[in-house]
């Protein structure tokens, strides 16, 4: 489903439902607002349980601000105008107060998004605006002028964030991955160092959408509809267990000797739908789709490794953490990370993930002993011999950093030792 065929208040209702129940706001925090071509404004209603508000409850202003529909809109509303009079390219914009940015907000700070170069390219530089009253003029103007300094995120001072975007779509997927890069940092300061890129190695390695070459084939609907509908189910679990963020990461599964299913480019995979996965054979992409870019780091997998039949990259915030801070996970703290993730490589890259050397290069490096890398400043790859177990590698691989990084507070964590090693290894055989 494409979340533009949703109306107004159906966008405002689903994307206030990802940001309440995954935990980014509070029942009565943070509004949304969305403007349409014609200047008309939707936006939530005042002090309303985010967790029950429905299409019904979304206030209708006209571009003059006076209200159209019942209901009273939003305290903030004040900023949004502000900063669609700002920044007439905004048609959409999400204030909240998720945890991680919370903690910027507090401390004064802001995030450094050149910890990744996906965060980068989607949040680029983020602004940060001195406090002032909640729903005043003068926070409007605070904020407004900040992004009409460039900036498509706005940090404020001891209250949250404004996040904008073209469209509603665009704004959630910004402020989603503008939280997962502000926990990354919290759990990165918790380790130790952690270092971010410059712009010049950013550039070096960015990911361009590559145009695979497009075949002529277009299968039916029907063709493997389990099997796709597996997928996508798991690539909405995943995003419901913040391993992975609806416009960042990839699940792909093999169907052929030279062929699989892949997610694609630019579609919400909290919205996806079996039809939309897209057919790679003997490299080249199905009529009319676009791949997910890192297709070709796929595809080189499938190709080495004749036992793999899943892929999953991500960047789940606790082993991102460990990424960008140059630890590994010590998998031997308990039998089942042990005996599911085998051992975990911590590799590093100089160039894009899709070149086909690169990505030749870091499929070379996966083995039944190792099935599994993380990638410094980038990612962590996964393969599976199905889909369920590249899916619990992901959860149980995350649930692990999260664990190790806790642990820290406690004195660090006590590996198993070697005599337990060796029963494990026998009970694996």
């Not at 699940?251 to 039809?275: A, F, H, Q, Y």
């Amino acid at each position: 489903m494409h979340f533009h065929t949703l109306s107004p208040p159906q966008q405002i209702v689903t994307t206030m439902k990802w940001i309440y129940e995954g935990g980014m706001t509070t029942s009565t925090g943070g509004n949304i607002s969305l403007k349409e071509p014609g200047g008309d404004i939707w936006v939530t209603p005042s002090g309303m349980d985010k967790g029950i508000v429905g299409a019904d409850d979304i206030v209708h202003l006209d571009p003059d601000a006076k209200v159209i529909s019942e209901g009273n809109p939003s305290s903030e509303l004040p900023s949004h105008y502000c900063i669609y009079r700002e920044r007439p390219d905004i048609g959409a914009v999400i204030h909240a107060h998720p945890p991680g940015l919370i903690t910027f907000s507090i401390a004064g700070e802001i995030p450094d998004t050149n910890i990744i170069p996906r965060m980068r390219e989607v949040c680029g530089n983020v602004g940060f605006a001195p406090y002032r009253i909640p729903g005043s003029e003068a926070l409007g103007r605070s904020i407004a002028g900040q992004f009409a300094r460039g900036h498509q995120a706005v940090v404020m001072e001891n209250h949250g964030v404004a996040v904008g975007g073209k469209d509603l779509d665009e704004a959630y997927r910004r402020f989603e991955l503008l939280e997962a890069c502000c926990q990354t940092i919290i759990h990165a300061n918790r380790i130790g160092n952690w270092r971010g890129l410059s712009i010049e190695e950013i550039e070096k390695r960015r990911l361009q959408t590559r145009s695979m070459p497009s075949g002529d084939h277009t299968p039916d609907h029907s063709e493997q509809l389990d099997l796709r509908s597996a997928v996508t189910e798991i690539a909405k679990r995943v995003c419901r267990q913040r391993l992975m963020t609806s416009s960042g990461g990839c699940l792909s599964v093999r169907t052929g000797v030279e062929s699989c299913w892949i997610t694609p480019e630019n579609i919400n995979k909290r919205l996806l739908e079996p039809e939309e996965l897209v057919l790679l054979r003997q490299g080249q992409s199905e009529k009319g789709k676009v791949p997910d870019r890192l297709a070709t780091l796929h595809q080189q997998i499938y190709l080495q490794h004749p036992g793999v039949r899943t892929v999953i990259t991500a960047r789940p915030p606790c082993l991102s953490a460990l990424g960008i801070t140059g630890r590994t996970l010590d998998t031997r703290t308990i039998p089942e990370s042990y005996v599911f993730l085998r051992d975990i490589p911590l590799v590093s890259c100089s160039r894009e993930l899709n070149d086909p050397e690169e990505a030749g290069r870091l499929s070379g490096m996966i083995s039944y002993e190792t099935p599994m890398l993380l990638i410094r400043n980038e990612l962590l790859l996964v393969t599976g011999r199905t889909l369920q177990e590249a899916f619990d590698r992901l959860e149980i691989a995350e649930f692990g950093a999260r664990s190790a990084i806790d642990a820290l507070v406690m004195g660090g964590a006590n590996p198993l030792h070697e005599t337990q090693l060796r029963g494990l290894e026998k009970f694996i055989s």
